[in-house]
């Protein structure tokens, strides 16, 4: 069983690196951002309360965070391993979750603040069936057009320069004590995050030791 977590400022891939990974060896990708969004597709009653926060550039409370994480976790759904994407973010939440969990590594998305703000500002969401695009990497065959369903694409409300300023000071305040708190335990791996989609997630494989795509389908 295989257990990671995967880091970075706001922008630097996580979610597209984890999601490679997870379909590739057979893990779970557990997201936080994700858990939110299907949310507030559903409009529930927490999908009220992240809207009013995320509008604002802050980050979803601890409390909040803790309790969804938690909960996803406690499904065990996970047969072959997880990769989480969006937690722990601060100390108390990495210390709990070290706690509760043995993982074998975190891997580090190292990426510039210029890099980062470009990239969340390519990004689209698809208004009907939530589908991730960016206009740098990963453009619909259609301007503004959602290449599975059709649906509109639009920016998210959060993704305009302030707000990315924002949440770039909130990562480096709390999440970077976290990277150091893991490296004290030897788990993070430092991976180059300004390569091309292909050339990171090759950079992961090899430090990870895990087998590369062309190994899997001999």
């Known amino acids: 069983m295989r257990k990671y977590v995967i880091m970075g400022a706001p922008g630097c891939g996580k979610g597209t690196q984890a999601k490679l990974l997870s379909n590739r060896y057979d893990l779970v990708h557990i997201s936080v951002g994700d858990i939110f969004r ?18 604002t550039g802050r980050l979803v409370p601890d409390d909040i965070v803790d309790e969804v994480v938690d909960q996803r976790l406690r499904e065990h759904d996970w047969n072959y391993g997880f990769m989480l994407d969006g937690f722990p973010r601060n100390k108390p939440q990495a210390e ?19 890099a980062v703000i470009e990239r969340v500002q390519a990004r689209r969401l698809c208004s009907d069936c939530g589908l991730d695009y960016n206009l740098i990497h990963h453009r ?24 990315v300023l924002k949440r770039l000071a909130d990562y480096r305040e ?21 390569k091309s989609i292909e050339q990171v997630n090759a950079a992961i494989c090899n430090k990870l030791g895990l087998p590369p795509a062309e190994m899997l389908l001999a």
């Open 96 to 114: 709990f979750f070290l706690e509760s969990y043995d993982i074998d590594a975190v891997v580090l998305l190292d990426v510039t603040d210029e």
């Open 38 to 55: 299907l949310n507030i597709q559903n409009h529930t009653k927490l999908a009220a309360r992240i809207k009013r926060i995320v509008n």
């Open 174 to 194: 709390q999440t970077v004590p976290v990277v150091d708190l893991f490296m004290t335990k030897e788990l993070v791996v430092r991976i180059d995050g300004m």
């Open 140 to 163: 619909p065959a259609e301007p503004d057009v959602c290449d599975v369903c059709g649906g509109s694409l639009i920016a998210r409300a959060d993704d305009v320069e302030e707000t």
